[in-house]
């Protein structure tokens, strides 16, 4: 079994679409996350939630929407998609967020293509 | 969460040990050293954390200096499927999550 699971793995879209990004852990962990990587390899969080909560949230444009309906899943939607989106993003859970037990485990990726 | 310091690339004989290390000359007290790796696009893997002792598991073996200012990964036999961009990070653990991969280093083992 996977232990984190994204869908989809590509993703093609125009420009101004909006579309959604769902994650899954079957690990039992408390807190998700979500990394944007981009053409640069440069990985960067961009949410983080614990037990549904939003804990982290990075500077991200408020067209990107994180929700976690419960804490084995971290879905994210993004609205009127422009061609800076493209990116390949990530995935993560941890046990929880606590000391020493921040070890995360990552999907394996949706690699997003703004056109 | 202290930034990091890793040289870009290195290269390592196919069976020999790859040493990879990391400066984090400002980390503080609380924050432990942890280690990914991210194989051609696959999403980062957990490779080992440690907070002031050496650690070891069946992946690798850190070591951490006495001032906690630096840290060396070492892979003990290098196999082609450990070329990969290793990362650094330093971060405190209640701060779960809230740091940044930075640039790491891209390992290429060679036969």
């Known amino acids: 079994d996977t232990a984190v699971s994204q869908t989809p793995k590509y993703l093609v879209t125009q420009m101004g679409n909006d579309k959604s990004i769902k994650c899954e852990q079957n690990?039992?962990?408390?807190?998700m996350y979500w990394y944007k990587q981009d053409s640069k390899k440069f990985l960067k969080i961009m949410f983080s939630y614990n037990n549904k909560e939003l804990i982290i949230n990075e500077t991200v444009p408020n067209r990107f929407s994180p929700k976690s309906p419960d804490k084995a899943h971290l879905n994210l939607h993004i609205n009127s998609l422009e061609l800076g989106d493209s990116a390949v993003y990530f995935c993560a859970s941890s046990q929880r967020a606590g000391p020493s037990t921040d070890t995360q485990y990552f999907g394996p990726g949706t690699r997003l293509t703004v056109l | 969460d202290a930034k990091t310091t890793q040289p870009t690339s290195m290269d390592c004989a196919e069976g020999r040990a790859a040493n990879l290390p990391c400066n984090h000359s400002?980390?503080?007290?609380?924050?432990?050293v942890y280690w990914y790796r991210q194989i051609h696009s696959q999403g980062p893997q957990y490779i080992i954390h440690g907070l002031k002792n050496n650690e070891t598991n069946e992946m690798a073996s850190l070591i951490i200096t006495e001032d906690r200012k630096s840290s060396t990964l070492i892979l003990p036999h290098a196999t082609l499927r450990d070329t990969a961009v290793y990362y650094c990070i330093v971060r405190v653990g209640t701060n779960a999550g809230k740091s940044t991969f930075g640039d790491g280093t891209t390992l290429t083992v060679k036969p």
């Open positions: 400002t980390i503080s007290g609380n924050e432990y």
């Open positions: 690990l039992g962990h408390d807190t």
